[in-house]
């Protein structure tokens, strides 16, 4: 199969996914205003590879990587008999994974957006479940008063919405160990071409 390329859309996504989940993860504090921001560019991102997929080239298409347990149990089938297959978009069990990814992904900025509501104008200003935390601490260490029994109450809504969001938060982080695991395995079993494919320039075989 003649070397082909991941084209700049795909990359884009892909990276700028990658960067929004770990600067949400690691560098912003949960219900800040940077961290509704990126959840938003995060959204933003995940919409355009969705479109993508309905009318990107062939190989980025959902057509091209259908998600089907018959193939993923088949792709098994050949790991086990050591049989090297190139596939043009990713092979069945990544398209599980991808699906699976983007499903996780879906249901955290759904849940995020629920209990932010629209983006800060001041990324700084604490906003969302994490200002409501905030104000519900003062008003318990300043007595129990109108406005802290106001925000108790709002935050006892966003119980069941801060805990869905958590739980698919934490799923997303071990799906991407397993995406990761699997890149270091098929780039052991059959070369380094798919984790080159995803870098600027490089090329899938």
Known sequence: MAAKRWDPIVKLTHWGIVAAVI???????????????????????LALRLLWGLVGPREARFGAFPP???RASRHLGE???????????????GALMVYAIWATLLVVIGTGVAMSG????????EHGEHGKRAAVAEAEEGGEGEE???????????GPLGELHELAVNLL???IALHLMGVVFETRRSGPQIARSMLPGGKRG
């Open 23 to 45: 600067g949400n993860a690691l560098v912003t504090e949960e219900g800040s205003g940077w961290h509704i921001w990126i959840g938003y560019g995060l959204a933003a991102l």
């Open 68 to 70: 089907s347990l018959a």
């Open 79 to 93: 790991i086990r008999r050591g049989e090297v297959t190139q596939h043009a978009s990713h092979n069945p069990l």
């Open 118 to 125: 629209p983006p800060p104008a001041d990324p700084w200003a």
């Open 148 to 158: 802290g029994e106001e925000g108790e109450e709002g935050a006892e809504e966003e």
């Open 173 to 175: 982080y071990v799906l």
